[in-house]
């Protein structure tokens, strides 16, 4: 509101991350408020007020299951789940009806989006846990949170830009949060910043571009964890209880290097799958198409002497080098 007053022709960015659904599933006090925009929904009340800072500073803390889901036949945990979702929903809502007050609803490109699969764990200072499978969060996909099967690291995302984004239309080009950066500075027409390898969606987004990726291009990922993926009954049973250790993915084009409980860059395959035609990877073509196998191995050591001249901010000398070929994929301090 301020911003849209005193500068109305700057542009402006938000960055609003909600804690919801959060691993804790702790509760909000009350209902989320009627209507929503600058005359309803939450509203700043000022230090002095009876509700400090905002009109839901009342109630018992961690209370309120939405109605709609009070007697479900469902867990305590999932019910909670299910009322922060639509505790989120509102929260969209009402944050879409102020814009529309301000007359720059066409003109505002909105994201919506998260980070990461499903989760099954309760979370630090929680009691209780929300179960994938009840929702089926993970969709038609394998894998969950802290998992780098489709179902851990493919997440949704809505974009809304009125007159810009054709209504209805669908974004299958591969991308990571990494390429934000990049469309931003492409909508607020400035230079996109030379150090980043994030590319903008616009012609993606916009129906400008086929959702073809330049072979060029590739979507690398890591990430360790000493648990399993679940062993949940709609998941391929050769991804269930799967050791998760180590992992790496690279997605080049249509296929997705994937390695899982890694023991040395040489001892440890990558399975091969198609995830444009085989989302639920069932199929590894690993050693029908040994080509793609090695591609990928390569790409990896290229990657790994990328991160062998990268020092950490803070850290000196040779502290985070590793050597590509024996085996570690840690850079020192984010083990």
């Given amino acids: 509101m301020e911003h849209v007053s005193t500068r109305p022709d700057q542009p402006f960015i938000l960055y609003l991350a909600y804690d919801a659904p959060h691993a804790a599933l702790q509760i909000p006090t009350q209902e989320y408020p009627k209507g929503g925009g600058i005359n309803g929904g939450l509203q700043w009340t000022g230090q002095s007020s009876t509700t400090p800072s905002i009109n839901t500073a009342s109630g018992t803390r961690d209370s309120y299951i939405h109605?709609?889901?009070?007697?479900?036949?469902?867990?305590?945990?999932?019910?909670?789940h299910a009322s922060m979702i639509r505790r989120l929903y509102n929260a969209a809502g009402d944050i879409i009806q102020l814009l529309k007050y301000l007359d720059i609803d066409e003109e505002t490109l909105i994201i919506f989006t998260s980070d990461n699969g499903p989760h099954h764990k309760v979370g630090s200072g929680g009691q209780f846990a929300q179960n994938p499978e009840l929702f089926q969060s993970y969709a038609n996909l394998n894998g969950i949170k802290r998992d780098i099967w489709e179902g851990g690291i493919r997440i949704p995302t809505i974009c809304r830009y009125r007159v810009i984004i054709p209504e209805s239309s669908i974004v299958t080009y591969p991308s990571g949060q990494w390429d934000w950066l990049a469309t931003f500075a492409d909508v607020a027409k400035a230079a996109?910043?030379?150090y980043t390898d994030g590319v903008s969606?616009?012609?993606?987004?916009?129906?400008?571009?086929?959702?073809?990726?330049?072979?060029k291009r590739y979507l690398y990922g890591e990430y360790f964890n000493n648990s399993e993926t679940p062993s949940y009954a709609d998941f391929e049973i050769s991804k269930r209880g799967r050791k998760r250790g180590q992992m790496q993915f690279i997605r080049i084009g249509d296929y997705k290097g994937v390695r899982y409980n890694i023991e040395s860059h040489n001892s440890t395959p990558y399975e091969?799958?198609?995830?444009?035609?085989?989302?639920?990877?069932?199929?590894?073509l690993a050693s029908s198409m040994p080509e793609l196998h090695q591609e990928r191995v390569e790409k990896n050591i290229q990657m790994t002497y990328l991160f062998k001249t990268i020092h950490l901010p803070g850290q000196k000398n040779d502290e985070n080098k590793i050597d590509p070929l024996s085996g570690g994929f840690f850079l020192k301090g984010l083990e």
């Fill in 272 to 284: 091969i799958y198609n995830v444009v035609t085989d989302e639920r990877e069932r199929v590894n």
């Fill in 67 to 80: 109605p709609g889901y009070v007697n479900k036949d469902w867990s305590e945990g999932d019910k909670r």
């Fill in 192 to 194: 996109i910043p030379v």
């Fill in 201 to 215: 969606l616009m012609p993606f987004l916009t129906q400008q571009s086929d959702n073809k990726i330049n072979d």
